[in-house]
């Protein structure tokens, strides 16, 4: 599934203004007999059914039975549109609620992932979205203030506590990504997953069996099963390694790496280091 939308690629101006006071209003015209929140609140259902490509102003405009310029009085645009969305599937509502704090990371970090997961399966279009530069509005802020409270305990540095939320949604992403394109792919071909592979099962069942992949041939029955839980094998293996990092900050064995900046070229460094041999 590839990027068919970029986050703040609108004006980011008004987008702050739409997220952090949506309930001001216009100072001229008639009465709103709209609001931001209906408006996106209408485009979430239809991308969550239709995917993002069917959301445009004129289909919202349907959805809420009025005129589709009726609705540029709210908000400018698609782009400004897209990231109150954002903002608003990825509050902490969105990810089961807000979480009781018992100081335990390990937990904090397990909810992380599989809320994020959650919020992934319930709006797919989110993996179409670049968001390498997203516009930070309340349900993001909410959402990375609880996480961050919650993971403090690692006893780690502010850089790698931001670096562990990259970090585990990086990894449910690609989850999420790869349990999108099988349904997509099931949805082109008409065939199940079971019907898919029991195609491939007499030829992969000879080559096998012919001795050029002595390795593949060892595996146990099971091995690409569908009962086994990869998510979950995963997930236990990233906290695993986190593990290992917060008992060897806590016990002084390993200290907070020194982050040294990107090495500028020579012509971008600055005056006084080109004279300072001179």
Known sequence: MESTESSGSGDIQRTLEL????DRRPSRGPKPTLTVDRIVQAAIRIADAE?????????????LGTGTMSLYR????KAELLDLMLDRVQGPEEAGGPAVDNGDWRTAVEDLARGTLAVYQRHPWLLQVNQARPVLGPGTLDSMEATLGRIRTMGLTDPELLSVVIMV???VSGVARTNVHEVEAEQRSGLT???FWAAQTPYLEGVIASGRYPVMASLAEDTFGSAFDHFE?????????????????????????????HAC????RPAEDATATG
């Open 19 to 22: 997220l952090w006071e949506p």
């Open 51 to 63: 995917g993002l490509d069917a959301v445009s102003m004129r289909r919202l405009s349907t959805e």
């Open 74 to 77: 709210y908000i400018p645009s």
């Open 169 to 171: 949604d990086g990894y």
């Open 193 to 195: 997953d079971s019907e």
């Open 233 to 261: 094998f995963g997930l236990q293996c990233l906290l695993e390694g986190l593990a290992v990092l917060v008992e060897r900050r806590r016990t002084g064995g390993d200290e907070a790496p020194t982050v040294r900046p």
């Open 265 to 268: 070229p020579p012509t971008l």
